[in-house]
Structure formats: structure tokens, C-alpha cells
């Protein structure tokens, strides 16, 4: 039994944070953590995560989803807006919500504590490379190097990079679409893979032709990008993990 949630922080300052599961029909000792962006559980993006979730358990891994948004103060979900004003100053709480998730999937029973990985959309991506010491194995979709994501201010970004939690050990797979506007490939998902590949982790992209961020929209390329994504994003996990 998964319980319904998992605590973050420390001494007076712990929360109960929730997290939904998708649970294998047959034993299992793999589990992944799932973040979602910046749009948070809306309906043009829930699917898609619960997809990855059913697909993983449907191979044998736990899925668990974290609502870090819960945290307190709490973020609404469907405002990236809001959410854009907040990655400055709550990025790193963000970021140990999700390292919690990641240490609570370690203990629960039956899981191997080194069979714990994680995908990342957009900004679930960049907080979750930002804890990459935290796993083995981890999964990107589409996330940002650099806030803003689209413009080059140089030294002049508020916020850039993958902090300092090296891991030379890490395996990650990089989607990205190549007509992505918002979150353009040279600014992005290159600068990602070079400084993964200079601490020594091994780093895979994919690069999807015609998909836009978040691989939306009903045309062929962008349906095409969730397909393949979800499909290579499985065998890696199982591969890998």
C-alpha cells in the first residue's frame, strides 16, 4: 500500500506533502518520480504524465507523482504566470520537495534504493537535474537551462545551469522538440547535455522534428513526439534502472 503522502522538510517545519501512484499488477523493487511543468495538472498536460505513469507501471515500475505545488504557500495549478514570478525565490524549496519524493520512493517496501529515477517536464526537468544526485537515472522533457528560457542575457541570467549536485554516474535521456520556441534547443537542451557530459554522466538526446514545448497539438510531428518519446522513454527507464 503507497500512502497517500510522503513528508518534506525538517523538525517543526515538515509537511505532508501529496503524491499519487500507479501501482504494477506483479511485484516490483523500481520506482520513478514524475514532476511535472510549470502549468502544473491541467488538463493539456495531465494526460500526457499519466500516461508515462500507467505506461511505467504497465512495465513493472512504480510511478509516483509528486504535488510539489502543495508546498506552503501553496501554488495554483494552470497559472505559469504565477508560477514564472516564483522559480527565483522558491526554486530550491521546490527542488528539495522533489528530493524528499525521491528519498521517501527509496524507503518505501519492496523498492531498491538504487532503482529510484525521474522524469522531468520543462520545469519538473530543471528541478529534478538539479537534484540529480539523487538518482541514477533521469529523464528530461523539453525543460530549461536558463530563466528566461528564450532570451541569451548572458552573465546578466537571474538564474542558469544545473547546480552543483554532480553526479558522474548519472544516465539521462533528453527530449526535446526542435521547433520548441519557448524553450529553444541552443539555448536549452545544449548547454544541458555539455555540462552533463563535462562532470562525466552520459547523456542521450532526442530531438524531435516539428514538435513544439510539450509536444502539444493534434498535427503529425507533434503526435508523432509523444509517441516515440513515451515509447524510448520506457525502454530507457527499463534498460537503465
Known amino acids: 500500500m503507497i500512502p497517500a503522502t510522503f513528508p518534506t522538510g525538517t523538525g517543526s517545519a515538515i509537511e505532508n506533502i501529496s503524491w499519487t501512484a500507479e501501482v504494477p499488477a506483479t511485484t516490483y523493487d523500481r520506482a520513478v518520480v514524475i514532476a511535472y511543468g510549470s502549468d502544473g495538472l491541467t488538463p493539456e498536460w495531465k494526460p500526457e504524465i499519466e500516461r508515462h505513469a500507467k505506461a511505467l507501471a504497465n512495465a513493472g515500475v512504480l510511478a509516483l507523482i509528486p504535488d510539489y505545488f502543495e508546498l506552503d504557500p501553496p501554488t495554483p495549478h494552470g497559472s505559469s504566470a504565477a508560477v514564472f514570478s ?3 525565490p522558491r526554486h ?4 528539495q520537495v522533489l528530493r524528499d519524493a525521491v528519498t521517501a520512493a527509496k524507503a518505501l517496501p519492496g523498492i531498491d534504493d538504487s532503482k529510484v529515477g525521474f522524469i522531468g517536464f520543462s520545469l519538473g526537468g530543471f528541478l529534478g537535474l538539479r537534484i540529480r544526485d539523487s538518482v541514477n537515472v533521469l529523464i528530461e522533457y523539453f525543460s530549461p ?8 542575457l548572458g552573465e546578466l541570467t537571474p538564474l542558469k545551469g544545473l547546480g552543483g549536485s554532480a553526479n558522474p554516474s548519472l544516465k539521462v535521456m533528453i527530449h526535446h522538440g526542435k521547433s520548441d520556441r519557448l524553450v529553444p534547443i541552443n539555448l536549452n537542451a545544449t548547454p544541458i547535455k555539455a555540462d552533463l557530459l563535462a562532470e562525466g554522466a552520459s547523456a542521450v538526446t532526442i530531438y524531435h522534428t516539428g514538435a513544439n514545448h510539450g509536444f502539444q497539438g493534434p498535427d503529425s510531428d507533434n503526435k508523432t513526439a509523444r509517441q516515440e518519446s513515451l515509447k524510448e522513454s520506457v525502454k530507457f527507464i527499463q534498460d537503465n534502472l
Open 86 to 88: 516564483q522559480i527565483l
Open 145 to 152: 537551462y536558463r530563466f528566461p528560457p528564450n532570451v541569451d
Open 92 to 95: 530550491q524549496q521546490w527542488e
